[in-house]
């Protein structure tokens, strides 16, 4: 925090006039080497004085003399103008235009219909060589993968569905919830299903990763319930093909339904409002954490989802 409150209105130009006049020791040279004019130049000496409680330059015949405070401001301020010019230039050392990258990514079909595409068109857009590897996540988090760079990121779902490693970093990308799709002529009619009708019909179950167990039968063994699962699909869309024409219920990610989910023979119901949402996770390691173009490509999948209003 700043001792004095006359601090905050010090700018940047400010501390650059400060620099150019113990540097050059004439006004009108400070104000032709910065490119402003004289009364502005004085107009932040004016500043300075005030914020600092010092006169730090005095006016003399052969030229600004700085005071005592000035002399031991000087080495200050030339370290936070350096900080503020590496903030600019630092964080920018990562070029994805300069040649080909490729990234490995772990990461549900949820991420690739959801962000990928809108992804890749933001680096075709912008002339990005840069490759997006995915591999389909398995039954536990890639840790060691993650750890010696095989994977460049992971992406989960969440919360808790998978337990966070020492040495990895997370980062929620956005929440989801769960609908039940069916085929119009077996769609129940009333707009919720229960459980007693959700437990009763068949049910189609995409596999968007390897595991044993999911949230959705998770939840229905906290009621002592279980369902049947007829058939099970690779991919969501594969499994909306087998919903039509049969009584069978499907369970989609509300956003997965309303980018897939729109052929004239599908209906959509609500699910009971105690089975949980979701969240999808964007996980790294710690070294990865240093790592200019690791950091270069969470961003982006960041900036994808605050484009696409999914954050």
């Known amino acids: 925090m700043l001792s004095n409150n006359s601090l905050r209105k010090i700018d940047v130009q400010d501390l650059m006039v400060f620099v150019a006049v113990y540097e050059r020791n004439n006004l009108t040279q400070v104000s032709d080497a910065l490119h402003v004019s004289p009364s502005t130049v004085s107009y932040c000496l004016k500043k300075l004085r005030i914020g600092f409680e010092d006169e730090l330059f005095i006016s003399t015949r052969s030229g600004m003399r700085p005071t005592r405070k000035a002399t031991a401001m000087l080495q200050h301020v030339q370290q936070i103008l350096q900080a503020l010019d590496l903030c600019h230039s630092g964080l920018r050392t990562f070029d994805p235009g300069s040649q080909p990258w490729t ?3 772990c990461a549900p079909e949820y991420f690739e219909l959801l962000i990928l595409p809108h992804l890749l068109r933001r680096f075709i857009a912008s002339d990005y060589r840069v490759v997006i590897n995915v591999c389909k996540p398995q039954k536990d988090l890639p840790v060691e993968a993650l750890n010696d760079g095989h994977f460049d990121l992971a992406l989960c779902f969440g919360p ?8 990895l970093n997370a980062q929620t990308l956005l929440e989801d919830d769960l609908v ?23 049910h189609v179950y995409p596999t968007p990763w390897v595991c044993d167990v999911n949230m959705v039968d998770a939840w229905l063994s906290g009621h002592g319930r279980q369902r049947h699962i007829a058939a099970r699909a690779n991919t969501y869309g594969s499994a909306l093909q087998l919903v039509h024409g049969t009584d069978c219920f ?44 690791n ?15 999914l954050l």
């Open 250 to 293: 499907l369970t989609l990610p509300r956003r997965v339904q309303a980018l897939l989910g729109n052929e004239p023979w599908l209906a959509v119901r609500e699910l009971p409002v105690d089975l949980p949402g979701f969240s999808l996770d964007m996980v790294w390691s710690e070294r990865a954490d240093q790592d200019e173009a």
């Open 103 to 105: 990234f490995t990514v």
């Open 295 to 309: 950091g270069w490509l969470r961003e982006q999948i960041v900036r994808v989802c605050a484009d696409q209003g």
């Open 160 to 167: 808790d569905f998978h337990r966070l490693a020492r040495g």
């Open 180 to 202: 039940c799709v069916a085929d119009q002529q077996y769609a129940p009619d009333t707009p919720m299903i229960n459980v007693d009708l959700f437990t009763a019909r068949n």
